[in-house]
Structure formats: structure tokens, C-alpha cells
């Protein structure tokens, strides 16, 4: 199993100076960051549901995670940081880009919610949360096995570890780099699709640090429906693990 030990840090400074320049417009839904803006009720939706599952929750609780520790790593400028602290949890936001920590802090503010920001790797998480999340990131770490260990490590005895990704597929290529770079739907640069992770292999690593899958669920995208969970995993999916 990795550990944070064995690596100083799992952060690419060409990754996180890439997200850094797009943190001023990150909460403009027309901006750099539309396609979060368009997946983030999506996972939001997965999120919820896999909660109310793994801890016998009433769907209609308006506070699911309260008297709960949430932490999300690479926040960005806090899209799913807020929508968590909604939810109840005592939340921490991490992101290795201090531009998009310190956009994240003044929307935060500007909403009246108390999230603890903090800019680094995942090496800055401290203590043991209840549910752990990483949307969209582990494609753009130096150390995959490394990060998702020190991810794993911070999870609770009882505890959730909720991560997506993109596979590494033609599809992924054909709609994120070829269309979605190429026509700029998304910022040109964000992804590299050898460093994309397919499903075995990030199970494999959620494994190795631990931890039991408990789902495996795709991100499917069409253009009459836009995005949606599915059981094709070909675009992109997200993964829940637990203790064991």
C-alpha cells in the first residue's frame, strides 16, 4: 500500500497551475468550468444516494451529514465543497492550486457557509473523515497509487471514499479531447488521456490501499440527455469504497 510517506507530494505543478488560471470565472456556469456546472448535479444525485444507502438514511433528511466530517479533495473553487456543507458535514477543501482555494474561500463568504480551505495535495488532509471525495482528479495527480492511499488512509472506520474519473477509452478521447478540447467546451489542455485510468485499474488501487469497492457506476453523456449515471462506464464513472 502507498502512503504519503513514500512520495513528498502527489501534486503536478503543470496541473495545478492549468486549474489555477481558470479559478477567477470557476462559478460562472457559461465559463471555463460549464461542463462541471453541467455534470455536478449528476453526482450530486450519486452522492446522495450512495450516503442514504451506506448509512440507512431517509432520502428526505434535508441534513444527511450532519455531526459528519466531509473532506473533497482538489475542490476546485468549491462546487461540491458547498452543496456538502448544505447537506450538514463539517467540510474540508483542498486543492493545489491556492488561486482556486482563495475563490473558493470568498464564495464560501459570499454564501454564508464555513468550509475549511486549505491549498495543497491530498498529503494536506488531517484526521479522519466520514466520507472522502476526489471528482475529476485523479487523471491529473503525479502518483495515482499515492494518492489514492493517503485518500484511503483518511477514511473513517465507518466511512465513504467516492471518487470519478474518465476511462481511457476511444469514447473518452473522442468526446473530452477530440470535441470537447477541440471545440472549446473545455479548456484546451485539461486532460491527458494516457494519464486517464480505466476501471480495473482504479478499483485495483482503491484495493491496494485497503479498502472494498462497494459500486462501480458510469457517467454517460448523449446530446439529447446531456449527462447521466448509467451502467456504461465507457465515458467516465465513479467508484465507492468502504472499509472493509
Given at each position: 500500500?502507498?502512503?504519503?510517506s ?8 503543470r ?21 462541471l ?33 466531509a473532506a ?7 462546487l461540491?465543497?458547498?452543496?456538502l ?21 470568498a464564495?464560501?463568504?459570499g ?9 495543497g ?38 466511512g ?41 485499474e ?22 439529447a ?20
Amino acid at each position: 500500500m502507498a502512503h504519503a510517506s513514500d512520495h513528498a507530494t502527489t501534486v503536478d505543478p503543470r496541473e495545478a497551475a492549468h486549474f489555477g488560471a481558470l479559478a477567477a470565472d470557476w462559478w460562472d456556469p457559461r465559463g471555463s468550468s460549464a461542463m462541471l456546472h453541467k455534470l455536478n448535479p449528476v453526482r450530486l444525485r450519486y452522492l446522495r444516494d450512495r450516503i442514504d444507502a451506506h448509512w440507512g438514511l431517509d432520502e428526505h433528511d434535508l441534513k444527511p451529514l450532519a455531526g459528519r466530517r466531509a473532506a473533497d479533495v482538489g475542490c476546485g473553487a468549491g462546487l461540491l465543497a458547498e452543496p456538502l456543507a448544505r447537506l450538514g458535514a463539517a467540510v474540508t477543501g483542498i486543492d493545489a492550486a491556492a488561486e482556486n482555494v482563495a475563490a473558493a474561500r470568498a464564495h464560501a463568504l459570499g454564501q454564508g457557509l464555513e468550509i475549511d480551505y486549505r491549498a495543497g495535495g491530498a498529503e494536506a488532509l488531517a484526521g479522519q473523515f466520514d466520507l472522502v471525495t476526489s471528482l475529476e482528479v485523479v487523471e491529473h495527480v503525479a502518483e495515482p497509487a499515492a494518492f489514492v492511499g493517503t485518500l484511503a488512509a483518511a477514511v473513517a472506520e465507518d466511512g465513504l471514499l467516492i471518487l470519478s474519473t474518465p476511462n481511457r477509452t476511444a469514447w473518452s478521447r473522442l468526446v473530452m479531447i477530440t470535441v470537447g478540447e477541440g471545440m472549446g467546451r473545455i479548456p484546451k489542455g485539461t486532460h491527458d488521456w494516457d494519464k486517464f485510468v480505466n476501471p480495473d485499474e482504479l478499483c485495483a488501487l482503491v484495493r491496494a490501499a485497503g479498502l472494498e469497492v462497494a459500486d462501480v457506476t458510469g457517467l454517460g453523456w448523449s446530446p439529447a440527455r446531456g449527462f447521466q449515471l448509467t451502467e456504461d462506464v465507457s465515458l467516465n464513472y465513479l467508484v465507492t469504497a468502504k472499509r472493509g
